[in-house]
Each structure stands twice: as C-alpha cells, then as structure tokens.
T-cell receptor
Framework: GQQVMQIPQYQHVQEGEDFTTYCNSS?????IQWYKQRPGGHPVFLIQ?????EVKKQKRLTFQFGEAKKNSSLHITATQTTDVGTYFC??????????FGTGTRLTIIP | EADIYQTPRYLVIGTGKKITLECSQT?????MYWYQQDPGMELHLIHY???????EKGDLSSESTVSRIRTEHFPLTLESARPSHTSQYLC?????????????FGPGTRLLVL
C-alpha cells in the first residue's frame, strides 16, 4: 500500500538548537502537507507543498519538497519551547485521500 | 480557527456498553474523517465519507460504524465497547477541492473502556 514514512520518531533538542524531520514515500506524491499537534491537542495544518523542489518558509520553519516529489523535510531554526509537539507530514497520492506519516515527536530541553 | 466539534471530550465507560461519539462541522465540508490515535502516536484512518449517504472504511480495521445522514454530522458508534477500544478518536473535515485538500481536526474524544 501507499505509505509515508517519517524519521526520526523522536527528537530531543536543547532550546536554541535546530531540528529537522524527514518524510519519505516510495511513490510520487501529488502534494504534501505538514501538520503540528501540541501535547494533548489535535493536529493543525501548517502548510502545503505542491511543486517539485518547492521551498516555503514560515518564520523559523522551512519546508522543502523534493525534486522527485517523493520526499519532504521540515526544518526549525533555533527551537523554542513553543515548538514542542508532534509534527506530521501527510501525502496525497492523487486519490484525494491524505496519508499521514508516522510523526516526529519533538521535545525541548530548556 | 475551524468550526468542528466533538462530544464528549472525555468518556469513561464499562465493557459491553454501546457508545456514540459525535462530530459536527459548520463549514459545509463534504468530506469527513475519523482517526484513531494513541497518545503521541500515529494517526490511523478508520472511516471516511465524501458526502451524504457515503461512508467507507479506512486503512485501519475498526469494529466501529459510522453514518452520514446530514452533511454537517458524522457520528461514530461502537456497539459493544472493549478495553482494546481505549484511545483518542479525532474527527476531521475538508472542503475536498481535488487533491489539494486541507483537513481541519476537532478537539478529539478520549475514550477509556474499563
């Protein structure tokens, strides 16, 4: 079946350090979305990438979509305690149904 | 902020009881979804609907059932709850414009079956 894998599963960083999570698919994606889920909360949409090689920024967050549209990454510069949570990528394989990645749980050491 | 609601937010119930988890959205979205999620873990799609009178099973097998009689309402029912059903259940909806949909999630229902 169509799956979207994310690594790492967990990441502990010192406050102020950078953080990156990677998302990989074995088949080409139509687009990819990123969601953030705070502890005890629900997933909230962050951004969508559609074009091959696309790069988008939101303040300290940088999102990339691979040239082959099979992988994506989310990079956070200089993490803050408010960045704590689980980050999910969600891929669309062209069948109008999102497939969520396994998620990366980020914890910040103050 | 998305207008999607779930009730109850928390539910503790005994084995064998029938339960219905409610989900409503006021955005007029055609597509609605139910996910099951253990704390901090993956989201597992258990049911989805692309419109009134349309329901499909998701990727994760579930003993629950759903109905979609009205656009705004997508309840999930467990006929006989078991401890293995203990989890968080998240409802979501999307406007479903082709493949570029964004899903809006409700606050979730945390279910504990004793």
């Amino acid at each position: 079946g169509q799956q979207v894998m994310q690594i790492p599963q967990y990441q502990h960083v010192q406050e102020g350090e950078d953080f990156t999570t990677y998302c990989n698919s074995s088949t080409t994606l139509s687009n990819i979305q990123w969601y953030k889920q705070r502890p005890g909360g629900h997933p909230v949409f962050l951004i969508q990438l559609v074009k091959s090689g696309e790069v988008k920024k939101q303040k300290r967050l940088t999102f990339q979509f691979g040239e082959a549209k099979k992988n994506s990454s989310l990079h956070i510069t200089a993490t803050q305690t408010t960045d704590v949570g689980t980050y999910f990528c969600a891929g669309n394989f062209g069948n109008e149904k999102l497939t969520f990645g396994t998620g990366t749980r980020l914890t910040i050491i103050p | 902020e998305a207008d999607i609601y779930q009730t109850p937010r928390y539910l503790v119930i005994g084995t064998g009881k029938k339960i219905t988890l409610e989900c409503s959205q006021t955005m007029g979205h055609d597509k609605m979804y139910w996910y099951q999620q253990d704390p901090g873990m993956e989201l597992h799609l258990i049911h989805y609907s692309y419109g009134v009178n349309s329901t499909e099973k998701g990727d994760l097998s579930s003993e629950s059932t759903v109905s979609r009689i009205r656009t705004e309402h997508f309840p999930l029912t467990l006929e006989s709850a078991r401890p293995s059903h203990t989890s968080q259940y998240l409802c979501a909806s999307s406007s479903g414009l082709g493949t570029q949909e964004t899903q809006y999630f409700g606050p979730g229902t945390r279910l504990l079956v004793l």
